[in-house]
C-alpha cells in the first residue's frame, strides 16, 4: 500500500519483559495484538492483565523444572544458585530451588549478584561460592551481573565450578577478559529453542554498505570486521589512535569468521522470524476467510483490516516449520515450552564454538522431557567426565542416613543398621527389622533364617551328657545287683536294705530322668521333666535323711535302758521318707495343674537364633521345688556331720557327710551357672547337675560298701561294723 500512514495491525517487541509489560497493558485496552521473541516473565501470560499479548519465546514457567530435570539427569543433588537481583530473577530462582528439593536435591546456597553491588557485597559472594563443596552453580541471572562475580573467583583461581545457566544469560564472549571467559567452559546453557531459518545464512553474506545505505550500524559493523574506517568518519581513528586502511565496501564478508556473526546463538532472531510468520499466517488465513464469504470481492481489501481481527486469528494459528516444528499458542498465549541445552566449548586456541547437546520438551511424557547426548559435551578442563555435585556420599546397604544437625538433607552422615536390621537400598533413613524367624546377614543387607537351637542326641554335647546318663544308671544297676546278690551280709543289712535298694533306685531314675531334657522340647517332656527330676531327687535324698536317722537311731539305742530302742525298726525311715516326699508331690502336682511348662520359640536372647527351649511357667515354684530340696539336703548333711563320732569300722555317717556336701555344692554352684546361660547351655548345666550331684550320692554312698563286698569279704562282719565295743554291749 503506497500510503503515508498504512494501517496497523500489530506489533512485534518488546525484547525485555519490562518494556513488553508496559506496551501490553496499552496495547491490551485497543485489542492491539503484540508478539514478543524474547519476554519470558510468567506475569504476561495472564490473559486478565494482558489480553492482546502473545510470544514465541517460552515463558519463564517452567524453565526452572527443566534446570532441575538437567541437574537430575546429571545426579547433581548439591547444588549453589546466584540469581540477579530483579524481581523476575528472584521469583524464577525460587522456584529453582523448590523443584531441585522436590527432586530429593539440595540448595548449598542461594545469592544475588548486581553490577552495582560494592565489591564487599561481591566478595562475601565469592566467599560463599569459594567455601561451598558445591561442584555446579546454577546461575539465574544476567550477563552484566555475572562479570564482576567472575573477576573475583578468576584472582582466587576457582576453576573446578561448572555453571548451568537459564536463557536470561546473553552469550556475549567480548563481555569478558579472556581469563574470566575460560571459567565458563564446559558449561551447560538453556535458550530458546531454535531451527533452521531458511536463507538466513545467504542474507547475511549480502549485508553491506550500498544494500543499507540509511543503516549507521552496518558502517560500524563493517569496520569492526575488516579493520578498517569510513573516510567520512574518524571517530574511530580518534579513539584508537591507529592508522587504519580506509574501507571500500567492496571486502568480502565470507572471508569473515563466523563466530563475529554470532551464529551460535540465533534464539532471539529465530523467534522473531516465527513471530513474523505467526503474523503472515493470521493475515492469511484472515483474507482467505473473507475470500470465501465474499464471492464479489467487495469487502476484501486489506484497508479494512481491524486489530481485533488479526488478534482473533491469532489465536488459531498453527503451523509447522521448515524444520517440521509445530507453533501455536495456547490460551495464555504462549507457544509450547521448549529449550534447547547449549554446552560452551572453549579451545586451547580462544575459539569458542556454542554446541547442542540436548533439548527440553514439556509436550513430552513425564520424566522424558529432557534429552542429552552427552558424548557431544565438552566438560571444564578440569573434569574428563561428569563430575559429581554431592553433599554426602551415598550410604551403602547395611546402612542408614543420619541427618547432620543444621544442614541441609544431601548432607548425612552413615550409620549401620542396629541389631535385627538391615537395609537392602542405598541411601535409605531407616533400616527393616527382619521378622522374628530371621536375623541380618553380617553385611546387614537381607535377612536369613535363623538356626533352630535346641540340645539334641546330634550334638557333640547332648551326646556325651547322655552316654554319662545311661553309664551311670548302668553303673548303679550293677550296684544294686551286687546289693541284691549280697543282701545277707551285715554291710548290706545294716542301715535299712530296703532304703538302699530304694536310694539305688530313684538314683536310677534320677540319671535316666536327664534324658528328658535332651532333644527337640514338646509339650510332654516341658511338663513332666522339671517336676520328675524334682521328685526323684527329693525320694533320693529323704532316703539319706533316713538312712542318717537310721544309724543314729542304730548306735544311740545300743544300750537297753535307752528310750530309743522303741524307735528302732522300719517304721521312723519310712515314715521320713514319705512324709518328706508328699511335701515335695504337693509343690509338684499344683505346678502341673495351675502353671505347667511349655516349649517356646525364644528369638530375642541370641542373634541368628531361635532357642527351643521350655518355659516353666511360674519360675517361683521352680525355684520352690529346688529350694525344698536343698533344705532336705542341708538337714541329711547336719544330721550326718553330727553322727561323725561314730564307730570308726565303718562309719556311714561320714560318707554321708561327704556325699551331702558335694550335693549341696554342687546345686549351690547351679543356681548362678544356671541363670548365666542360655539355650542349650542352660539344659546342659541341669543335667550336669543332675549327673554329678546323683553320681556324687552314688560313689561316696555305695561304692566303699561295694569295695568290702567284693574286695574285702573278711571285713563284711558285725564285729567290723560297728566295732567290738558295741557288739560287745550288744550282745
Given at each position: 500500500m503506497c500510503e503515508a500512514h498504512p494501517a496497523l495491525t500489530g506489533i512485534l517487541g518488546e525484547i525485555y519483559s519490562s518494556m513488553s509489560e508496559v506496551m501490553a497493558r496499552i496495547l491490551g485496552v485497543y485489542r492491539m495484538p503484540q508478539i514478543s521473541f524474547s519476554a519470558q516473565h510468567p506475569m504476561l501470560s495472564d490473559k486478565f492483565q494482558f489480553p492482546s499479548f502473545l510470544r514465541t519465546y517460552p515463558a519463564d514457567t517452567l524453565q526452572p523444572r527443566a534446570i532441575a530435570q538437567l541437574l537430575l539427569h546429571f545426579n547433581w543433588t548439591w547444588v549453589g544458585i546466584l540469581s540477579s537481583n530483579s524481581d523476575s530473577r528472584s521469583l524464577s530462582s525460587q522456584k529453582i530451588r523448590q523443584e531441585v528439593i522436590g527432586n530429593g536435591g539440595c540448595v548449598a546456597f542461594l545469592e544475588k549478584i548486581d553490577d552495582r553491588y560494592t565489591r564487599e557485597r561481591l566478595t562475601r559472594v565469592a566467599d560463599v561460592i569459594h567455601q561451598s563443596s558445591a561442584s555446579v552453580i546454577v546461575c539465574n541471572c544476567y550477563d552484566m551481573h555475572l562479570k564482576p562475580i567472575l573477576e573475583i573467583l578468576q584472582l582466587r583461581n576457582v576453576t573446578t565450578i561448572v555453571w548451568v545457566f537459564s536463557s536470561a544469560l546473553t552469550i556475549n564472549p567480548h563481555l569478558f577478559t579472556r581469563e574470566t571467559w575460560r571459567l565458563l567452559n564446559g558449561s551447560l546453557v538453556f535458550t530458546g529453542y531454535t531451527g533452521g531459518i531458511p536463507h538466513f545464512t545467504d542474507f547475511l553474506y549480502q549485508l553491506g554498505p550500498s544494500?543499507?545505505?540509511?543503516?549507521?550500524?552496518?558502517?560500524?559493523?563493517?569496520?569492526?570486521?575488516?579493520?578498517?574506517?569510513?573516510?567520512?568518519?574518524?571517530?574511530?581513528?580518534?579513539?584508537t589512535g591507529k592508522e587504519l586502511v580506509p574501507c571500500t565496501g567492496e571486502?568480502?564478508?565470507?572471508?569473515?569468521?563466523p563466530v563475529l556473526f554470532q551464529l551460535n546463538d540465533l534464539s532471539i532472531s529465530y523467534h522473531a522470524y516465527l513471530a513474523v510468520y505467526a503474523y503472515a499466517y493470521a493475515l492469511h488465513n484472515m483474507l482467505f476467510d473473507r475470500a470465501k464469504e465474499d464471492v464479489f470481492g467487495i469487502h476484501s481489501s486489506i484497508q479494512t483490516i481491524e486489530p481485533w481481527q488479526v488478534l482473533h486469528h491469532l489465536w488459531d494459528v498453527h503451523f509447522k516449520t521448515e524444520a517440521g516444528e509445530d507453533i501455536y499458542f495456547d490460551k495464555n498465549g504462549d507457544v509450547p515450552t521448549v529449550f534447547d541445552a547449549m554446552n560452551i566449548q572453549i579451545y586451547p586456541d580462544d575459539t569458542t564454538r556454542l554446541v547442542k547437546v540436548g533439548r527440553y520438551d514439556s509436550r513430552e511424557s513425564p520424566g522424558e522431557e529432557i534429552i542429552l547426548n552427552i558424548i557431544d559435551i565438552l566438560w571444564n578442563q578440569n573434569y574428563i567426565k561428569p563430575p559429581r555435585s554431592i553433599c554426602s556420599e551415598s550410604c551403602p546397604v547395611g546402612y542408614r542416613r543420619s541427618a547432620r544437625m543444621g544442614q541441609p538433607s544431601c548432607c548425612f552422615d552413615c550409620l549401620p543398621c542396629s541389631a535385627g536390621e538391615i537395609a537392602n537400598e542405598t541411601d535409605i533413613t531407616e533400616c527393616w527389622r527382619c521378622p522374628e524367624d530371621q536375623w541380618p546377614s553380617e553385611s546387614r543387607n537381607k535377612c536369613l533364617p535363623k538356626v533352630i537351637e535346641f540340645l539334641s542326641y546330634q550334638d557333640p554335647l547332648g551326646a556325651a551328657l547322655a552316654a554319662a546318663a545311661i553309664i551311670l544308671s548302668l553303673v548303679t544297676v550293677l550296684i544294686l545287683f551286687v546289693f541284691c546278690q549280697f543282701q545277707d551280709t551285715p554291710i548290706v543289712r545294716a542301715n535299712n536294705r530296703g532304703l538302699s535298694y530304694l536310694l539305688l533306685c530313684t538314683l536310677m531314675l534320677c540319671f535316666l530322668c536327664s534324658l528328658a531334657f535332651i532333644g527337640l522340647p514338646i509339650n510332654l517332656t516341658c511338663m513332666v521333666r522339671q517336676p520328675a527330676f524334682g521328685l526323684i531327687f527329693?525320694?533320693?535324698v529323704s532316703c539319706i535323711l533316713a538312712k542318717t536317722v537310721t544309724v543314729v537311731i542304730a548306735f544311740k539305742a545300743v544300750n537297753p535302758r535307752n528310750q530309743l530302742r522303741k524307735w528302732v525298726g522300719p517304721k521312723i525311715p519310712n515314715l521320713i521318707v514319705i512324709c518328706s516326699s508328699l511335701v515335695q508331690l504337693a509343690i509338684c502336682t499344683y505346678w502341673i495343674s495351675s502353671h505347667p511348662s511349655f516349649p517356646e520359640y525364644n528369638s530375642r536372647s541370641e542373634s541368628g537364633k531361635i532357642i527351643v527351649e521350655c518355659n516353666d511357667g511360674l519360675t517361683i515354684l521352680f525355684y520352690c521345688m529346688l529350694g525344698y530340696m536343698g533344705f532336705l539336703a542341708i538337714i541329711s548333711f547336719i544330721v550326718a556331720f553330727l553322727a561323725r563320732t561314730l564307730p570308726d569300722s565303718f562309719n556311714e555317717a561320714k560318707f554321708i557327710t561327704f556325699s551331702m556336701l558335694v550335693f549341696v555344692s554342687v546345686w549351690l554352684s547351679f543356681i548362678p551357672a544356671y541363670l548365666s546361660t542360655q539355650g542349650k547351655y542352660m539344659v546342659a548345666v541341669e543335667i550336669f547337675a543332675i549327673l554329678s550331684s546323683g553320681a556324687g550320692l552314688l560313689f561316696l554312698i555305695f561304692l566303699p560298701k561295694c569295695y568290702i563286698i567284693l574286695l574285702w569279704p573278711e571285713m563284711n562282719t558285725k564285729e567290723h561294723l560297728v566295732g567290738k565295743k558295741y557288739h560287745t554291749e550288744i550282745v
Amino acid at each position: 500500500m503506497c500510503e503515508a500512514h498504512p494501517a496497523l495491525t500489530g506489533i512485534l517487541g518488546e525484547i525485555y519483559s519490562s518494556m513488553s509489560e508496559v506496551m501490553a497493558r496499552i496495547l491490551g485496552v485497543y485489542r492491539m495484538p503484540q508478539i514478543s521473541f524474547s519476554a519470558q516473565h510468567p506475569m504476561l501470560s495472564d490473559k486478565f492483565q494482558f489480553p492482546s499479548f502473545l510470544r514465541t519465546y517460552p515463558a519463564d514457567t517452567l524453565q526452572p523444572r527443566a534446570i532441575a530435570q538437567l541437574l537430575l539427569h546429571f545426579n547433581w543433588t548439591w547444588v549453589g544458585i546466584l540469581s540477579s537481583n530483579s524481581d523476575s530473577r528472584s521469583l524464577s530462582s525460587q522456584k529453582i530451588r523448590q523443584e531441585v528439593i522436590g527432586n530429593g536435591g539440595c540448595v548449598a546456597f542461594l545469592e544475588k549478584i548486581d553490577d552495582r553491588y560494592t565489591r564487599e557485597r561481591l566478595t562475601r559472594v565469592a566467599d560463599v561460592i569459594h567455601q561451598s563443596s558445591a561442584s555446579v552453580i546454577v546461575c539465574n541471572c544476567y550477563d552484566m551481573h555475572l562479570k564482576p562475580i567472575l573477576e573475583i573467583l578468576q584472582l582466587r583461581n576457582v576453576t573446578t565450578i561448572v555453571w548451568v545457566f537459564s536463557s536470561a544469560l546473553t552469550i556475549n564472549p567480548h563481555l569478558f577478559t579472556r581469563e574470566t571467559w575460560r571459567l565458563l567452559n564446559g558449561s551447560l546453557v538453556f535458550t530458546g529453542y531454535t531451527g533452521g531459518i531458511p536463507h538466513f545464512t545467504d542474507f547475511l553474506y549480502q549485508l553491506g554498505p550500498s544494500s543499507f545505505p540509511w543503516d549507521s550500524l552496518t558502517k560500524r559493523f563493517w569496520e569492526k570486521a575488516f579493520g578498517c574506517q569510513w573516510e567520512e568518519e574518524n571517530s574511530t581513528q580518534i579513539a584508537t589512535g591507529k592508522e587504519l586502511v580506509p574501507c571500500t565496501g567492496e571486502e568480502d564478508l565470507k572471508a569473515v569468521v563466523p563466530v563475529l556473526f554470532q551464529l551460535n546463538d540465533l534464539s532471539i532472531s529465530y523467534h522473531a522470524y516465527l513471530a513474523v510468520y505467526a503474523y503472515a499466517y493470521a493475515l492469511h488465513n484472515m483474507l482467505f476467510d473473507r475470500a470465501k464469504e465474499d464471492v464479489f470481492g467487495i469487502h476484501s481489501s486489506i484497508q479494512t483490516i481491524e486489530p481485533w481481527q488479526v488478534l482473533h486469528h491469532l489465536w488459531d494459528v498453527h503451523f509447522k516449520t521448515e524444520a517440521g516444528e509445530d507453533i501455536y499458542f495456547d490460551k495464555n498465549g504462549d507457544v509450547p515450552t521448549v529449550f534447547d541445552a547449549m554446552n560452551i566449548q572453549i579451545y586451547p586456541d580462544d575459539t569458542t564454538r556454542l554446541v547442542k547437546v540436548g533439548r527440553y520438551d514439556s509436550r513430552e511424557s513425564p520424566g522424558e522431557e529432557i534429552i542429552l547426548n552427552i558424548i557431544d559435551i565438552l566438560w571444564n578442563q578440569n573434569y574428563i567426565k561428569p563430575p559429581r555435585s554431592i553433599c554426602s556420599e551415598s550410604c551403602p546397604v547395611g546402612y542408614r542416613r543420619s541427618a547432620r544437625m543444621g544442614q541441609p538433607s544431601c548432607c548425612f552422615d552413615c550409620l549401620p543398621c542396629s541389631a535385627g536390621e538391615i537395609a537392602n537400598e542405598t541411601d535409605i533413613t531407616e533400616c527393616w527389622r527382619c521378622p522374628e524367624d530371621q536375623w541380618p546377614s553380617e553385611s546387614r543387607n537381607k535377612c536369613l533364617p535363623k538356626v533352630i537351637e535346641f540340645l539334641s542326641y546330634q550334638d557333640p554335647l547332648g551326646a556325651a551328657l547322655a552316654a554319662a546318663a545311661i553309664i551311670l544308671s548302668l553303673v548303679t544297676v550293677l550296684i544294686l545287683f551286687v546289693f541284691c546278690q549280697f543282701q545277707d551280709t551285715p554291710i548290706v543289712r545294716a542301715n535299712n536294705r530296703g532304703l538302699s535298694y530304694l536310694l539305688l533306685c530313684t538314683l536310677m531314675l534320677c540319671f535316666l530322668c536327664s534324658l528328658a531334657f535332651i532333644g527337640l522340647p514338646i509339650n510332654l517332656t516341658c511338663m513332666v521333666r522339671q517336676p520328675a527330676f524334682g521328685l526323684i531327687f527329693t525320694v533320693s535324698v529323704s532316703c539319706i535323711l533316713a538312712k542318717t536317722v537310721t544309724v543314729v537311731i542304730a548306735f544311740k539305742a545300743v544300750n537297753p535302758r535307752n528310750q530309743l530302742r522303741k524307735w528302732v525298726g522300719p517304721k521312723i525311715p519310712n515314715l521320713i521318707v514319705i512324709c518328706s516326699s508328699l511335701v515335695q508331690l504337693a509343690i509338684c502336682t499344683y505346678w502341673i495343674s495351675s502353671h505347667p511348662s511349655f516349649p517356646e520359640y525364644n528369638s530375642r536372647s541370641e542373634s541368628g537364633k531361635i532357642i527351643v527351649e521350655c518355659n516353666d511357667g511360674l519360675t517361683i515354684l521352680f525355684y520352690c521345688m529346688l529350694g525344698y530340696m536343698g533344705f532336705l539336703a542341708i538337714i541329711s548333711f547336719i544330721v550326718a556331720f553330727l553322727a561323725r563320732t561314730l564307730p570308726d569300722s565303718f562309719n556311714e555317717a561320714k560318707f554321708i557327710t561327704f556325699s551331702m556336701l558335694v550335693f549341696v555344692s554342687v546345686w549351690l554352684s547351679f543356681i548362678p551357672a544356671y541363670l548365666s546361660t542360655q539355650g542349650k547351655y542352660m539344659v546342659a548345666v541341669e543335667i550336669f547337675a543332675i549327673l554329678s550331684s546323683g553320681a556324687g550320692l552314688l560313689f561316696l554312698i555305695f561304692l566303699p560298701k561295694c569295695y568290702i563286698i567284693l574286695l574285702w569279704p573278711e571285713m563284711n562282719t558285725k564285729e567290723h561294723l560297728v566295732g567290738k565295743k558295741y557288739h560287745t554291749e550288744i550282745v
